[in-house]
């Protein structure tokens, strides 16, 4: 299967209000093509005099292996996790510490299946480290 963008968004509407209490701001939601990460989250941090903001946040999906409509899914929520945690300040032990894991198992607990790293053709593919754009 392939992912399209307005699936993404669909999913991210949905879930966002099922798991986030629709809380999370809406990011740029993007297909790409990558071979090492199955999905990513970024986004953009400005500094003013005596504080500073997160905006500009974009998920993107790589659509290089053939998944089912559930991994998609699974990976576009790993990726909601990311944003939560970026947009709440929460802070967290590392990429997928404490806090990370917590969302996870909760989410997971209503029969999704999210992980940190899948095994896709005999390699580790990392579903993301959130990266911060400068």
Do not use: C, H
């Given at each position: 299967?392939?992912?399209?963008?307005?699936?993404?968004?669909?999913?991210?509407?949905?879930?966002?209000?099922?798991?986030?209490?629709?809380?999370?701001?809406?990011?740029?939601?993007?297909?790409?093509?990558?071979?090492?990460?199955?999905?990513?989250?970024?986004?953009?941090?400005?500094?003013?005099?005596?504080?500073?903001?997160?905006?500009?946040?974009?998920?993107?999906?790589?659509n290089r292996f053939d998944l089912s409509e559930e991994q998609f899914k699974d990976i576009l929520l790993h990726e909601m996790i990311h944003l939560c945690i970026v947009f709440k300040k929460i802070k967290d032990s590392s990429a997928h510490g404490i806090e990370f894991q917590r969302m996870m198992k909760s989410i997971n607990a209503d029969g999704r299946n999210i992980t940190v790293s899948v095994r896709i053709d005999g390699k580790t593919t990392s579903e993301s480290s959130p990266k911060r754009r400068r």
């Open positions: 299967m392939q992912v399209t963008v307005n699936q993404l968004e669909e999913w991210f509407s949905l879930y966002n209000k099922r798991y986030f209490n629709g809380e999370l701001p809406t990011p740029v939601l993007a297909v790409g093509n990558s071979r090492t990460r199955l999905g990513s989250m970024s986004w953009r941090t400005r500094r003013r005099l005596f504080s500073r903001t997160t905006d500009g946040y974009t998920i993107r999906i790589s």
